[in-house]
């Protein structure tokens, strides 16, 4: 049988949503392809971080893609322009990030032969975690396709909790020989580092979109039920809308929270460490998750966290050691756990430690970059990638 040459360097082409999700969650993978040997380019809706990409020595290719249409022709244009980048870049392997790159890149590599495919999945979403008849109907026409569209040779699928690969095999059918379990984006220990609480009334953050269900509604809730106990607490929402997504709360009704007293809405923060900094508690009442960046962030702080037990959330929530954890949907549990942590500083300061050394030992970005190369090399037999590439050299 006569063997391909050896691909001396891969090009790698990532497929992600938004730029300002690609600089903050897969820059550093991005950068570790680029230190082992590939040629990498973005196909991505560019807002605001094109040039930051482009400085770090990725190819950039626009493409317009609106995360919440479901309008036919729009969607069609960018299943169009996406099958015009794979034809343009002619991938040897594509990296495709979120439901509809997996679902668009999936045929756009089907029709442009593209045979080596990595679908990542951070998390199912609101299709997956709501039972509204339009969604149902939604969720089994996305779940034809990953069935079709991942299960080929050559196809990896990272999930980022055993949850999720259990409800992709039974209600997707996708064969399991093909999901690998990378347990999230990993987080930069040393720009998320250790800090004292400050001193004053303790401060619990949400960081998160500004979207139902991520808890938003059960935070604010717990916040008037404890401001009417007399618990000397602040509560803040960090994080702003997301009008692409059909769960983003209104503007309107942040500002209405805020000026009412129950909670301080920050809106968007670029200098995530210093909000970790300032809080003592974080929090994150979501109805599901893949393995949610922002908490990896607080625990690297050395913050104790208060999470929801739902999928996701409890890959990194380790009830009573570093966190505590409450019931999705309930605003009562989630403002009892926030007293009991408020209340006890030394509690906090102990969970906070334990949560440092987790993600030291389980969640850093080198080993989450080393997990993905590691498929990529897979999937490239006879390349040259180097082995022990570090996802920070360029940042």
């Known amino acids: 049988m006569k063997r391909s040459p050896p691909l001396a360097r891969p090009k790698l082409l990532l497929v992600v949503t938004e730029d300002w999700y690609f600089v903050s969650h897969r820059l550093p993978l991005a950068l570790g392809a680029i230190a082992a040997g590939m040629d990498v380019a973005i196909a991505t809706n560019v807002s605001s971080h094109g040039d930051l990409i482009s400085r770090a020595g990725i190819e950039v290719h626009p493409w317009n893609l609106r995360r919440g249409s479901t309008g036919l022709w729009a969607e069609f244009k960018s299943l169009l322009g996406l099958w015009r980048i794979y034809r343009r870049v002619r991938p040897d392997i594509v990296h495709q990030v979120a439901i509809k790159p997996v679902l668009y890149g999936g045929l756009a590599a089907k029709l442009t032969g593209t045979t080596r495919v990595v679908n990542a999945l951070g998390g199912m979403g609101s299709l997956f975690s709501t039972e509204s008849g339009r969604k149902r109907a939604l969720r089994a026409l996305v779940s034809m396709g990953f069935r079709w569209l991942i299960n080929g040779r050559s196809n990896v699928l990272i999930l980022q909790n055993p949850d999720d690969a259990a409800l992709l095999v039974e209600g997707a059918r996708i064969d399991p020989a093909n999901i690998r ?43 008037r039920i404890l401001k009417s106990a007399g618990l000397a607490v602040r509560m803040a929402l960090v994080g702003e809308p997301d009008a692409c997504n059909p769960d983003s709360i209104a503007a309107d009704s942040l500002r209405a929270w805020a000026d009412s007293g129950d909670v301080e809405w920050w809106g ?106 590691d498929i990529y090399r897979a999937l490239l037999p006879g390349s040259t990638l180097a082995l022990g590439a570090r996802s920070t050299a360029a940042i």
């Open 181 to 223: 379990l990378i347990r999230g984006a990993g987080v930069n220990v040393r720009q998320f580092d250790v800090s004292a609480e400050p001193d004053g009334v303790p401060l619990v953050v949400l960081p998160a979109r500004m979207l139902a269900d991520k808890g938003v509604r059960e935070f604010v809730e717990a916040a």
């Open 268 to 373: 968007r923060r670029e200098d995530m460490p210093a909000v970790y900094a300032a809080a003592s508690l974080v929090c994150l009442p979501s109805y599901r998750e893949g393995l949610p960046k922002s908490l990896l962030e607080a625990a690297a702080c050395g913050r104790a966290i208060v999470a929801t037990d739902v999928p996701g959330c409890r890959e990194i929530v380790r009830h009573g050691e570093n966190g505590m954890l409450v019931p999705a949907r309930d605003a009562k549990a989630l403002a009892a756990a926030i007293a009991i942590l408020v209340n006890d500083p030394q509690l906090r300061r102990s969970m906070g430690s334990k949560g440092r050394e987790m993600v030291l030992q389980e969640f850093s970005e080198e080993s989450v970059v080393r997990e993905t190369l």
